[in-house]
């Protein structure tokens, strides 16, 4: 079941506050996304690690309604 942007952009907002975030619908579909999130909460951790933490934040959305996302992280200076 897709996921519409609006819902996953609040997600992501609601989970880094204070991030500069941007949510693209790759496909028009509401099934295959791009994420880029800056945030301070990646700061001293690995790549890994900053995408292991924002799959966390989607509770579970990756297994149910989120079909494909393309991930970049940044962290803060």
Known sequence: MPIEQKKL???IADKFPES???V????????HYSVTIES??????????????VY??????????????QLKTKGTT
């Open 56 to 69: 966390q934040s989607l509770d579970g959305l990756m297994d149910a309604e989120l079909h494909a996302m």
């Open 9 to 11: 952009e609040s997600l």
């Open 20 to 22: 500069k975030i941007l």
């Open 24 to 31: 693209e619908d790759l496909a028009g579909d509401n099934n």
């Open 40 to 53: 301070s909460k990646f700061n001293g951790l690995t790549r890994i690690q900053q995408h292991q933490l």
